[in-house]
C-alpha cells in the first residue's frame, strides 16, 4: 500500500507563490510517477504535473513557465508561481504504481488565488 498526504495550500493574491508538498508512506518503491492533478469549481480533474521514478518532468502547457515539479526523497513538491485566479482549484496528489496496483489518489489540498 502507499499512502499520499498533501500539504501547502492556502490562499494568496494574484502573482503570488506557493508551493505544494505530496508526502508518500508505504510502499514507495511500487511508485512509476507522482502527478499532480487539479480540479476547479465545476471542472473536470486536471493533469497538472508529473515527475517519474528516473526524475524526469511533464508539465501541462497551461502552467508551463510558472509551475515546476521535483522531487526530494519521499516527498513530490508542486512549486507554483505568478499564480493566477484560474489556478484556484483543489490541488491533488496521485501515484502510478507498478504492474496492476493501480493508482492512488491524496485527499487533496485546497489553492485559492484572489485579491
Known amino acids: 500500500q502507499v499512502q499520499l498526504v498533501e500539504s501547502g495550500g492556502g490562499s494568496v493574491q494574484p502573482g503570488g507563490s506557493l508551493r505544494l508538498s505530496c508526502a508518500a508512506s508505504?510502499?514507495?518503491?511500487?511508485?512509476?510517477?507522482t502527478n499532480w492533478y487539479r480540479q476547479g469549481p465545476g471542472n473536470q480533474r486536471d493533469f497538472v504535473a508529473r515527475i517519474n521514478r528516473d526524475g524526469d518532468t511533464t508539465i501541462a502547457d497551461s502552467v508551463k513557465g510558472r509551475f515546476t515539479i521535483s522531487r526530494a526523497k519521499d516527498t513530490v513538491f508542486l512549486q507554483m508561481n505568478n499564480l493566477e485566479p484560474d489556478d484556484t482549484a483543489v490541488y491533488y496528489c496521485h501515484a502510478h504504481l507498478v504492474g496492476n496496483l493501480g493508482v492512488v489518489w491524496g485527499q487533496g489540498t485546497q489553492v485559492t488565488v484572489s485579491s
Open positions: 508505504g510502499r514507495i518503491f511500487t511508485i512509476l510517477a
